[in-house]
């Protein structure tokens, strides 16, 4: 095996190692936030000057404490191997579904959702919980892309064995010496992102056997196209 030919077998060991270092360390995080908190709280009976600076620090400890923890748990959601749990959907329901859940908050943005559905879309055999996560992460990007409003306009076609989804935005787009690396885990250019949705997103749509691509303008919007087996079994074969 050369160095850059890491195979899913590999990968798969990788992750379980990973995985276990992440808990390996989560452990003794909780011990220490634990403990920060106590120290905390045994301070606050004591007044002097030199106390409540001490208090100051543990509660800068804890905020870094709870930062790391967070970062551990992002990245154990991300690194999970996914079990897909094949069954017949209706891929207009998927997306219907998380197009409601996001559309109070789209309500309130002024962002107006536009729908071009292809009512004689076949029923696809895919996991719908699954890519419905990665549906959502597509689709609250596309949210976030548009915080003075905007339209978010979500279209879906079959072409011979696929279905295509197309989540369009008139967003913010994205700069062309960006877009390559829109789908590197941990790029973020928000202020409190992680950087795993679309890698994230990317994930799933590939283990599906499909595939996710962009276009985007900058300060025109976005474009991702999806692309997913009407039977990712057959797929296989
Ligand atoms: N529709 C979009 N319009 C403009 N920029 C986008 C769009 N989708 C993704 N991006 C850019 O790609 C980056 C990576 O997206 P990704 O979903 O992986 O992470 P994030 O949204 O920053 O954080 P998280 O999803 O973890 O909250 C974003 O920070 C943003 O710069
Ligand atoms: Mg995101």
Redesign the pocket.
Known sequence: MTKNNIDSGDLNSLNTLAAGLVHEIKNPLNAISINLQLLDEDLQNRNSVKDSKMSQRIRLLQKEVSRLDSILS?FLRFAKKYELHLEVCDINEVIDSVLDFISPEAMQNSIRILKGFDTKLPKCNLDSNIIKQALL??I???Q??MPEGGELIVRTYGRGENIFIDIT?T????ESD?IDK??QVY????K????????A?KRIIEESKGTISIR?EDGK??S?LIKLPINSKAQEE
Do not use: C, E, M, R
């Open positions: 992002d992460n597509v609250l990007n596309a976030q892309a935005d967003g913010v787009g994205i960006k829109i789908f790029y973020s250019t928000k409190n992102g992680t950087g795993l949705g679309l890698p997103a985007s919007g976005s991702f």
